[in-house]
């Protein structure tokens, strides 16, 4: 989803960049309340950092024949709402830009839009929707996930389409062919995400239930439904209910 | 596995560790404890699926009929610009561009690591906190059973006995964040 350096047009670069300011700015906003008025936060705050750090490094292979990489960013999303992960994503786009030479800092605005704007508020959409259709929370987590990523790169056909639209068949026709690029190839890589996002989620369900509790991923769910759950119970409840 | 038999015990070494509850002689603890619960084969088959799927395409050959099989999916849209657009000329250039292949994929190990590195600090730091607080509830609960054999003997060294081998048992073992971390380090 990275569109490299350069790579569009100076309106529509600068157009990408005002419509994610805006994003980062209140991201920055709401990542500093958290981490005032709930220091505790900040160690998770960094590990949903970290594996967007991490899964945005790893190129793996798809039935396209061509490789790309997940994005990370509905785990941070799930857990601490979508503005916070504006600014994580921007920051593993920073990184990436300036030592890598992936992505651009053109073209920031625009990889900032897919992966660290509208990835995550799909995703964190999707899990509430089915949250709230009662399914269970790792069912949530993965479909949050998955359309997180596979948003992300949605976006990103749309962006190149609309930069540089098919000769003959014009912005649709553009549309399906960074469509056939990103979109086709990521979805086995949507789906790798998701299930590493469970995985991570099922881990953080034994190691931090309380701070699961407090960030209301499991409260929603189960305690406050279930009426008087301890910590404990909880969790076991919810790896029945995974299970 | 064992060459070396007849070892004074029964002589019959058949079972080595299946059935160790018969033989409590040989404290084999670790074997036990390595038997996945219920949660940990979840776990691993939820790796096992994403490793599937990483590696099947590469196993079914589905690149071959590429020009460059599996190419970077950010470079092909590349090629699709100029294909839309043959005039277009990227008009801003990276400040700093790794010179070389192996700098790139080392820059991009590095990513990995730090994130696999600090994920693995979280779950590692979180378990070993969890350990300290049943290890001190067990200290507090059971620790005047548990040291009452030898009462020749300073309190205290029974009573703490078993708390580091609960401690240090599975101790360092940071998850699974460790996985992703060992592999693309630099």
Known sequence: MHIAEGYLPPLHAVAWTAASAPFVVHGVRVLTREVREHPESTLLLGAS????????????????????????????????????MAVLGTITLLFQALLLAHGGLTTLGANVFSMAVVGPWVGYGLYRLVRRLGLPLMVAVFAGAFAADLSTYC????????????????VPGALAKFGGIFAVTQIPLAVSEGLLTVLVMRLLSQSSAGELIRLGVFARGNARQDGQQGDEQGQDRQRKRVA | MREDHGNGNAGTDTATGTDAADTPRTTERPRGARRLSRGGRINALLLLAVAALAVLPLALGLGEGEEEPFAGADAQAETAVTENDPDYEPWFTPLYEPPSGEIESALFALQAALGAGVLAYYFGLHRGRRQGATAVAADGGAGAGTGTGAVTDGGPGDATAPVPGAVGGPGPDPGPGAG??????P
């Open chain 1, 49 to 84: 950092g970290a594996f967007t750090f991490v899964l945005s490094a790893l190129k793996i292979p798809s039935v396209t024949g061509s490789c790309s990489h997940p994005t990370g960013t509905g785990l941070g999303a799930i857990l601490f709402r979508p503005p916070v």
């Open chain 1, 155 to 170: 976006v990103t056909s749309v962006q190149l389409a609309l930069a540089f639209p098919d000769p003959g068949s014009g």
């Open chain 2, 180 to 185: 992703g971390g060992d592999g693309p380090r």
